[in-house]
């Protein structure tokens, strides 16, 4: 396995962690929780960057890469929907983008196609991760002072309708490119 596939691995094995120092309270528990969010978010763009730069790509990180995106990300919207931060009408549309964009991913791999992520759809990572990272920071700021977060907070909404706006264009536009797979027999 090589370093991309590692890092890839390594941002799947964040989530127990991130939602441990999320749910569970301890003395600065939120500043925890923004490392690890950190640490996960940026290995995306560190895998993928080694991975072109080496030319390591392969079908396995062509394929878990987007999932370990997936699943760190719908990680940190489940705190937000038990948090009470994020809509879960928001929530739930980009999660269903996420299965189909996922089902239509499999249905390529079945006739021998592996579907990259594209732009459209690295610019939904980006949004949900910079939004749901930006509550985060919030509640670790709000461990060190009395400032009112509530700005962050309402910004962080808007961000997360945003996120979901991108996500339902996005999930059409993979639908739309995959078609010809569903279609065939």
């Given amino acids: 396995m090589n370093l991309p596939n590692k890092i890839t691995i390594f941002r799947l094995v964040m989530i127990p962690v991130l939602l441990a120092t999320a749910l569970i309270e301890f003395p600065f528990h ?8 950190f640490l996960g978010c ?42 009470g931060y994020c809509d879960v009408v928001c929530f739930s549309l980009m999660l269903a983008r996420e299965f189909l964009v996922s089902g239509v991913r499999m249905i390529a791999v079945t006739k021998g196609e592996v579907i990259a992520a594209n732009k459209f759809g690295k610019a939904k990572t980006f ?29 962080a909404f808007v961000l997360f309708w945003i996120a979901c706006v991108v996500s339902v ?5 993979y639908t739309k490119d995959g078609w010809y797979l569903i279609e065939s027999k």
Wanted: charged share 15%; net charge negative.
């Fill in 30 to 37: 939120w500043c925890v929780t923004v490392l690890v969010y």
């Fill in 127 to 155: 949004l949900q991760m910079v939004s749901t990272g930006l509550v985060f920071f919030s509640f670790a700021i709000g461990e060190f002072t009395a400032i009112n977060t509530d700005t962050l907070h309402i910004v």
């Fill in 42 to 83: 940026v290995s995306d763009t560190v895998d993928g960057n080694i991975a072109r730069k080496r030319n390591l790509v392969t079908d396995f990180g062509k394929l878990m890469d987007p999932l370990a995106d997936k699943a760190l990300v719908m990680t940190a919207f489940v705190i937000m929907v038990s948090l």
């Fill in 169 to 173: 264009l996005s999930g059409i536009k």
